[in-house]
């Protein structure tokens, strides 16, 4: 097969299982996971034949366009030289969305295969099958696609189903309003996107990521513009990748099933807006004013969510502020002028994040809780299998040499240490600190508590029992090995030493905290000090958007409200309707019935044309 | 000479006739004076050399037409007592003003105008109308007696007791 | 010339038919008086018809053609008139154009 043909396997396996999940008679609906296991499937092999054929960016990159519409074949903008405008549709491969497929193809994979145990129960399951195929479809075809508007297409279905998954068990009020707050909150950050989209395409006439070199870019715009271009852009991804401040729906966002929080909520989707970063990496990098801004951004984002990761109960929301940190860390990085670095980190993170999603969905399914502390009284040390993936995945979190995350995150302290200043290098180890130290919290939790009221498994079939276990076993071995594939493999003693050093010190808190967790937890009842207080509001931010929101644009819709009923409604809209019908009552009266009347008009008028013409 | 006193007469009754159809208030008296007028009518044909016309037009409109319409009145009014109410005189005034107004423009208009002339001498036979309706007019023919046939069906349709 | 051989005199005629025409027309009330009114309109086209096949056809059939027209249509016209007249006045038990005014706006 050639590129073009795995390219539409991979595109169009999930649509088809989408479809036929749609078309599905209710008599048949329970081989809709089968469905969409199967066609995953499909698309995980095939992406797999991509990157074996093209392993260490062989014959790379590919380009497949389309020119899909002339917009104007002049210069319709004065000063700027661009002789035409063109939009093109198509597929783009480099080494980057080659890594970037292979990973969502798989893990969409694992992920469909884990809800097949963890949603066993559900009633409307080829409803939730169908949008997972569906977002698998849409998140491809960001990845593959050859230019920002395709991208913007896809990534705006990202957000979609991204909504349709989080607000799955919408007769839940609680879903659907963190369903509610997701969309919004990504179109709000997406209208940025676009605009730069528009400015981009008006003054640089061509949207195709292979023309967008920052050289060509230069040469055509000035860098206040370039500025402002990448600035409008990354507002779409402090959006979708939940960068300081639109990063409240993250958290919220974990009303949804578990395994959509694997797949969307920390793997894929919410690393598109650091993949987009990466892909159009000469746009941002054109202007260090953007670069400074990324960065900024990704500190700030980093370090507040981990210190939020830091004081949760809930085990989604400890890992959901975790994604957000470790989000702003790639952000960083890539602020830093290191795209690999940060993609490097978006992969291992993909792979051990949602095997730590999945080990949560696992302990949740199980125990019926959220709570950690509830969790471990409930047994949950005694559940191996999610347990050791636990620790796996928490160990490659915390940067534990050798798993995957402290590769990666070694990376990202060595670009920040020579290209990102002491101040961004210090945000940068703390963050890692912090990271350890939730880490093993949360571990701790679990594993040192003792069992109260212990909650016996239900009996599970063998083929539920596979399902739990295989995406898990794959994950973790993932998570291990995707550490050994990055291109800057390389190890540096003094960052080697800085790590461990950090990773001890977290983990010693953590145990120091929590080595009798129930003592730690009525501690933590007890303690109400201000920092305390300030983490648990989350640094206010969902109260400024309240505020934001409940005041300022209430108050800004009261007077809109009254301005519309005064002046659109009364004075114009009403207004003109009344004079139409006023001058409607008018004419009427011509219209009295009498024919005679009728006929001395006619005749009247006709004398008087006659008499025009004499 | 002759021909202009009796030219002048018949004039004077056909407009005689018209003035009268129009402004007497009981209908059946105007039914009575549009018939004198069709009839000057019919004797300006015979001055234009058209006696066949002369001779339809007392048929079909004196001998048909007015007593339909007679007959319409009869069937639609006790005679006698039908004087109509009175004119309201506003209406009348404003319809004389544009009557006049119509006959003052059509006044003027043919004294501006010159007509083309023809020799009046020529072939007004029954014979050559009878060649024409069957040859050079005759879709035109048709077309009327299908209007009369549809005219028909449809008075009989609207005329029949529910 | 005698007025009895020029065009224009008939023409003057027949503008005179045409104008006490619309008089009745729009003056009447009696739906009947408004069909003779109507029947004095045509006349005085008939005989403009007959007036020009005289003075300025050639061929002197072709006028004539056409008042026959104008007659049979004037029958069909009748008809129809009288006959809505007729269901006017069992409807309404009038026919008085002022009361069938129920198109008002």
């Known amino acids: 097969m050639t590129d073009l043909h795995l390219f539409w396997v991979i595109q169009l396996a999930p649509l088809l299982a989408f479809l036929l999940i749609q078309v599905l008679p209710k008599t048949i609906n329970k081989v809709a996971p089968a469905i969409g296991m199967a066609f995953s499937l499909t698309a995980a092999l095939a992406s797999l034949n991509l990157s074996f054929a093209h392993s260490q960016g062989a014959g790379l990159p590919v380009e497949f366009s389309r020119q899909w519409l002339v917009v ?14 063109t939009l093109s549709v198509g597929f783009l491969l480099d080494p980057l969305n080659l890594l970037m497929i292979t990973l969502v193809t798989t893990i969409s994979f694992f992920v469909q295969l884990f809800s097949f145990y963890y949603m066993n129960e559900d009633p409307s399951r080829p409803r939730y099958f169908g949008f997972l195929s569906f977002f698998s479809f849409s998140m491809t075809g960001l990845v593959l696609s050859n230019n920002l508007l395709q991208t913007f297409l896809f990534w705006e279905l990202v957000g979609l189903t991204s909504y349709l998954l989080i607000g799955f ?90 395994p959509v929080s694997a797949l969307i909520h920390s793997a894929t989707m919410v690393a598109a807006g650091v993949f987009l970063l990466a892909r159009a990496f000469d746009l941002f990098s054109a202007s260090h004013t953007t670069l400074l801004v990324i960065l900024s951004i990704g500190a700030i984002t980093a370090l ?58 696992a302990f949740i399914h199980r125990f019926h809780t959220n709570d950690i502390w509830e969790i471990a009284d409930r047994g949950g040390k005694k559940d191996a299998v ?73 009996h599970e079939s063998l083929t ?24 800057a493999f390389h190890l540096n003693m003094e960052l080697l030493i800085t790590t461990v050093i950090l990773v001890v010190a977290g983990g010693a808190l953590a145990y120091s905290q929590f080595k009798d967790p129930a003592a730690a937890e009525a501690a933590l009842r007890g303690n109400q000090g201000f920092i305390f207080k300030i983490l648990e509001r989350k640094f206010f931010m969902d109260d400024a958007y309240d505020f934001l929101v409940k005041k300022v644009g209430l108050a800004l819709g009261r007077w809109l409200n009254a301005f519309d009923r005064a002046v659109i409604n009364s004075l114009m809209v009403n207004q003109t309707s009344f004079s139409v019908m006023r001058l409607g009552r008018v004419v009427s009266r011509l219209q009295n019935g009498l024919l005679q009347d009728y006929l001395a008009w006619a005749v009247g008028i006709g004398i008087l044309i006659v008499f025009c013409f004499l | 000479m002759m021909e202009n006193i009796v030219f002048f007469g018949v004039v004077a009754l056909t407009l005689l006739g018209a003035f009268l159809a129009v402004s007497l ?26 006696e066949f016309l002369a001779v339809m037009e007392v048929i079909v409109y004196i001998g048909a037409i007015s007593i339909a319409i007679i007959f319409a009145i009869m069937l639609s009014t006790p005679m006698l007592q039908k004087t109509e109410a009175p004119q309201d005189r506003l209406k009348t005034l404003r319809s004389f003003v544009i009557a006049a107004l119509l006959f003052g423009g059509l006044f003027k208009a043919l004294q501006k105008t010159t ?48 | 010339m005698s007025a009895a051989q ?25 739906l009947v008086a408004i069909l003779i009114s109507l029947e004095l309109i045509l006349n005085s086209a008939s005989l403009n018809f007959v007036a020009f096949n005289k003075f300025s056809l050639v061929d002197k059939a072709l006028g004539q053609v056409f008042a026959i027209f104008i007659i049979a249509l004037a029958a069909a016209e009748v008809c129809i008139g009288l006959s809505l007249i007729l269901l006017l006045h069992r409807k309404k038990d009038s026919i008085n154009v002022d009361e069938a005014r129920e198109l008002r706006g």
């Open chain 1, 72 to 85: 104007a074949d002049y210069a319709v903008w004065p000063n700027i030289p661009v002789p035409h405008y």
């Open chain 1, 169 to 258: 068990w919408f007769e839940k009020k609680s879903a659907a309003t963190a369903a509610r707050k997701a969309f919004v909150i990504n179109r709000l950050a997406d209208l940025g996107f676009y605009l730069g989209i528009i400015l981009l395409f008006l003054l640089f006439g061509t949207l195709g990521f292979a023309t967008l070199k920052a050289d060509a870019l230069r040469n055509v715009l000035g860098h206040g513009t370039l500025t402002l271009i990448g600035l409008l852009i990354f507002c779409g991804v402090m959006g979708k990748s939940a960068q300081f401040p639109f990063h409240v729906w993250l958290p919220d966002a974990m009303e949804g099933p578990t």
């Open chain 1, 304 to 361: 507040m969510s981990a210190t939020l990761a830091a004081i949760q109960r809930d085990i989604k929301r400890i890992l959901a502020y975790s994604t957000v940190s470790q989000l702003g860390l790639m952000v960083m990085a890539i602020g830093a002028g290191s795209a690999e670095s940060g993609m490097f980190h978006l992969s291992t993170h993909a792979y051990f994040k949602s095997l730590l999603f999945l080990t949560s969905g």
């Open chain 1, 386 to 458: 999610a347990l050791g993936c636990l620790a796996f995945g928490l160990l490659s979190l915390s940067g534990v040499p050798p798993f995957a995350g402290f590769f990666s995150k070694d990376l990202i302290l060595e670009v920040l240490k020579h290209h990102g200043g002491i101040f961004f290098y210090g945000v940068a180890v703390l963050v890692s600190f912090l990271t350890a130290y939730y880490s093993f919290r949360l571990f701790f939790v679990i594993a040192l508590s003792k069992i109260g009221h212990e909650v016996r498994a239900h």
């Open chain 1, 464 to 487: 539920l029992k596979i399902s739990r276990a295989l995406p898990l076993f794959s994950l973790a071995a993932l998570s291990l090995i995707t550490g050994f594939t990055g291109h």
């Open chain 2, 25 to 50: 208030r009981n209908v059946f008296y105007n039914a009575l004076a549009l018939v004198l007028c069709l009839f000057g009518v019919a004797c300006l044909f015979i001055f234009l050399n058209s």
């Open chain 2, 115 to 162: 007509w083309p002339a023809a020799g009046v001498d020529g072939d007004y036979s029954l014979h050559a109308i009878g060649r024409l309706l069957l040859t050079g007019q005759v879709l035109p023919f048709e077309a009327v007696s299908l209007v009369l046939l549809v005219a028909i069906m449809g008075a009989l349709l609207l005329a029949e007791k529910k």
């Open chain 3, 6 to 30: 020029s065009l224009s005199s008939y023409l003057l005629i027949s503008a005179a038919l045409f104008s006490i025409g619309v008089f009745g027309l729009l003056s009447r009330r009696n």
